[in-house]
């Protein structure tokens, strides 16, 4: 199942994947700049189809 990003929310950050947590791939999306707080975003990743935040 793809998942498509959050139209309402441009992000200017950086184009890179980040690391998941659980496989490591760096195969990943950003879906949110915001996670629960500010200075977490929300990421989910393409290799084992996992969301995960990440620290900014």
Known sequence: MRRDLDPSVTTSGAAEGAECPYCE???TIREHPKGPSLCRSMHYCNSCE???EKFE
């Open 25 to 27: 791939s760096t195969d």
């Open 50 to 52: 996992q969301p995960f």
